[in-house]
């Protein structure tokens, strides 16, 4: 890193995610200072390991330490209204994902990034492996034409032990999101490569399976199995968007299908990226089929060694260098409501027999205005008008026994 002022950081959610993110922040040339969590046990760790932090238990509080930025890594479902906070007391902010939870809160966080004109900037990293980012070179190139459908998916099954880790009480997020929700990893490479964004989408859900063993017992789930989400781009292509999946297949796949070729990396194949050049369109005398492993460009040889494939590196040096003066936000505020809106809006589309509905874009201050106050969320403890459930099977109920069982699980 060259010798620029050092940005002052704090990190706000200081799980093994947030934690691991400071870290990746420090590495990008900030100065982390001051840590904020709910849970004491947290902080307490993570004070052992980085005792020149202050740490903080309110949140309030911890936004008014001398720093100038802040990493959101508390609840999923919170991190808008936080982002807010952050930015209304002079924070640029950096965010995991979801962006927001409800279409209210898109509006509320849109406002406060024009009227600060702080940085914000969305931590989804899947656009930027290796493969994602050679996708995206070819796509601008033009060589293979213009986009017209894309399939990208995003599978993570956990087990009953991992999914109690991952959630700490029966009532947390993991436990009952909607499977439309948690979509910007398979969204976000679609539109990072093609340069697009949705404007409509219809949503479509395999139900809760109530005989997968992983559901039954101290298999917590209040929510289906999967959802498929199908989007129309602005530029008349569709996406079929798989954006979460709890069956036994893991990992990730990006196709992107041009009116000349495609290309396409799917799991279990080792970062191989396929680039198919149709010989109705390129001289038959060449191979139509190419299969290689893309690197990064020389400038972004050390992304190899943050996590997801060097995706974590990519958000926070463009963080930093965004808050510089540099550059813009790589995936900026308007982005980000467009990768989590076609989750929120999707799970509308499910309960309402897959009808499809607009993604507004949030640019356009008079058609945004419609989302003004919209609280609509499935968070069995967030009132709203015409509280949706979290599975189309109704409401899943567990015996107190299974509960049991799962804090149980905590123990070990």
Known sequence: MSEERKIKIGLYGAGGRGSYL?????????????????????????KKERPELTMYSDYDEFLKHDMDAVILANYATEHAPAAVKALRAGKHVISECMACFTMGEALDLVEAVEETGLVYTFAENYPYNAKCLEMKRIQESGELGKFIYAEAEYMHPFSIQ????????????????????YCTHSIGPVMKITGTRPVKVSGFVVPHDF???????????????MSVLM????NGALAKIVPWALCRDHGCRVRICNNK??????????????VRRSNLDFPASQPEDTYYHPKFPAEYAEALEYGHGGGDY??????????????????????????????????????????????????DKKAREIFRNDDW?????????????????????????DI?????????
């Open 261 to 274: 070729g495609a290309m396409e990396y799917n799991q279990g194949h080792d970062g191989i990226l396929r």
């Open 211 to 225: 005989d997968d063993p992983l559901n039954q017992g101290a298999g917590i789930h209040y929510h289906d199995t």
């Open 162 to 181: 991992t999914n109690a880790d991952l959630a700490p009480t029966a009532d947390h997020w993991r436990l009952w999101l909607p499977s439309t929700y």
């Open 22 to 46: 400071l870290s990746v922040a420090i590495q990008r040339g900030f100065e982390a200072v001051a840590v904020c969590d709910l849970m004491p046990s947290r902080t307490e760790k993570l």
């Open 404 to 412: 049991r069982k799962f804090e149980e699980l905590h123990k070990k």
């Open 231 to 234: 989007c129309q781009m602005d």
């Open 314 to 363: 990519f958000g926070f040096h463009y963080f930093h260098e965004a808050i510089l003066g540099k550059c813009k936000p790589h995936i900026d505020v308007y982005e980000a409501i467009d990768m989590t809106a076609i989750g929120i809006l999707g799970w509308k589309s499910v309960l309402n027999n897959s009808a499809s509905y607009e993604i507004v874009d949030f640019r």
């Open 377 to 401: 969320n499935p968070d069995p403890d967030r009132p709203c008008r015409d509280k949706p459930l979290c599975s189309i099977c109704g409401k899943i109920e567990y015996s107190d026994e």
